[in-house]
């Protein structure tokens, strides 16, 4: 359960949430054939590289680098 609060801490785990649920809503959206929309796509890029660079900031707080 510490695990869990230090990642809620860090907010990986929030975007990680925000990460697979804007991709489980475009992999919906391409199975139904509809369009989607450039915004979608850009928020998810945004929140997956910010969840990538946070997620490398926080290994190398943990190495001391």
Request: net charge neutral.
């Amino acid at each position: 359960m510490a695990k869990f609060w230090e990642l809620l801490e860090e907010s990986v785990l929030i975007q990680a949430i925000m990460a697979l649920g804007m991709l489980g809503t475009i992999i919906v959206l391409a199975y139904q054939g509809r369009e989607i929309p450039d915004i979608l796509v850009n928020g998810f890029l945004l929140i997956l590289g910010f969840y990538f660079g946070s997620k490398t900031v926080v290994e190398a707080k943990k190495l001391g680098k």
